[in-house]
């Protein structure tokens, strides 16, 4: 899933399936960052190769400048207009530096890899509206950082620097099928703040507002979480995701367990039946949150959000569909499950650019509950 010919990105770019981006059996995984610097663009990014049968002279790297999701493929960027810089390696993940002279004139850039020895590709979207003024490392000049981290010192590229500390908790997602919010969304307080000129280190955990000018609107956040994460680790931390599967009666025993890891045990074997399956899916659904954490954390935690909801109750979607504002994730028919549907929209604040919400409708009740049923059965689609 996930891997299409190069030809075909041309040829169906009205429905570019973007798939392998939530796929962690996919060839390749892509983390980036844009950075503006007066007329340049400088986009960093760490490549994984996840398949081991290849390595980084397998692939060749083309970057398109495209008006929307839906534009065709037509010639890639002249290499004589940016800079390519292979920085370094860690293992199987490659760090890369591409310095644009000009700013695109489009809104999008793609990056293509392609492998030599099979003939596919991946497309990875870099949206412009991405792009920052404000870089944050955690000390090497390409290291950035990206959303989330433990503890550390960071530095930035500049050197009066304002932060605004927020140590509260960000409601989770709701169902897909509840069109009502009653959680109203609370102000965020600040908690605290300070100034920083080139460096500032972050001990405790919470979120983090960056700014050079504290009357513009132009910000970068940054969530500081415990060091295992996106790894849960403690029994507090594994019951919180039970809420998208469990009752609300179960929710209540759940409560009771504070920290308890015999009566956390007796709580899944009670729900499953059976050892054996009860170790089935907690594998299945904490590797999903796990993921979920990885790829969707902004300024709350992965699995709390939208598409961390989703991902950690459905798993991977198996089409993914992409716009600028919009966001569409299928799951196609099987001999358990009719064909779903989800639909995010970009939900741009100061504190995310890149944050999307659900778009929830009252027809996702039966497909959702069929999942959370088969789920607890210890069926995965």
């Not at 390749?28 to 663009?41: A, F, T």
């Not at 083309?62 to 065709?72: D, G, M």
């Not at 100034?195 to 940054?222: I, N, P, R, W």
């Not at 600028?324 to 196609?332: G, H, I, K």
Request: with cysteine; net charge neutral.
């Amino acid at each position: 899933m996930g891997l299409l010919l190069v030809s075909a990105f041309r040829a169906l770019s009205q429905e570019m399936d973007y798939s392998h981006l939530y796929n962690p059996k996919a060839e390749l995984s892509l983390d980036h960052q844009l950075v503006q610097e007066g007329d340049k663009l400088i986009v960093l990014f760490a490549m994984k190769i996840q398949n081991q049968n290849y390595q980084l002279y397998d692939y060749t790297f083309e970057l398109y400048n495209l008006e929307n999701y839906s534009s065709e493929f037509t010639a890639p960027l002249v290499k004589d207009s940016y800079d390519s810089i292979y920085l370094e390696s860690n293992a199987s993940t490659h760090y890369f530096k591409f310095v644009l002279n000009d700013l695109p004139p489009l809104p999008l850039l793609v990056l293509e890899i392609k492998n030599k020895k099979t003939g596919f590709g991946l497309s990875f979207d870099l949206p412009l509206y991405d792009k920052q003024n404000l870089f944050l490392n955690n000390g090497s000049a390409h290291k950035f950082v990206n959303n989330w981290t433990a503890p550390t010192q960071i530095s930035f590229n500049s050197d009066n620097i304002y932060c605004y500390y927020y140590n509260q908790s960000f409601p989770l997602g709701l169902p897909p099928m509840v069109t009502k919010d009653d959680f109203k969304n609370k102000e965020l307080k600040v908690d605290s703040s300070f100034s920083s000129s080139g460096t500032a280190k972050l001990k405790g955990q919470g979120l983090y507002l960056f700014m050079t000018d504290t009357a513009g609107t132009e910000a970068v956040s940054l969530r500081v979480v415990y060091e295992y994460f996106p790894k849960m680790t403690t029994i507090d931390q594994l019951v919180e995701p039970l809420r998208y599967i469990t009752s609300r009666d179960e929710q209540v025993v759940l409560e009771g367990i504070e920290g308890d890891k015999r009566k956390f045990d007796k709580f899944w074997l009670n729900l499953t039946g059976s050892a054996s399956r009860a170790k089935s899916i907690i594998k299945v659904y904490y590797s999903r949150v796990e993921e979920a954490n990885a790829m969707f954390t902004t300024y709350k935690e992965g699995w709390r959000t939208d598409m961390g909801m989703i991902y950690s109750v459905m798993g991977p979607p198996d089409e993914v569909i992409k716009s600028f504002n919009e966001e569409t994730w299928v799951y196609l028919a099987n001999r358990n499950l009719p064909k779903r549907k989800y639909s995010f929209i970009r939900a741009a604040s100061v504190f995310s650019k890149s944050h999307f919400v659900l778009i929830r409708e009252k027809k996702h009740a039966e497909s959702w509950f069929e999942t959370i049923d088969l789920l607890r059965k210890g069926i995965f689609r």
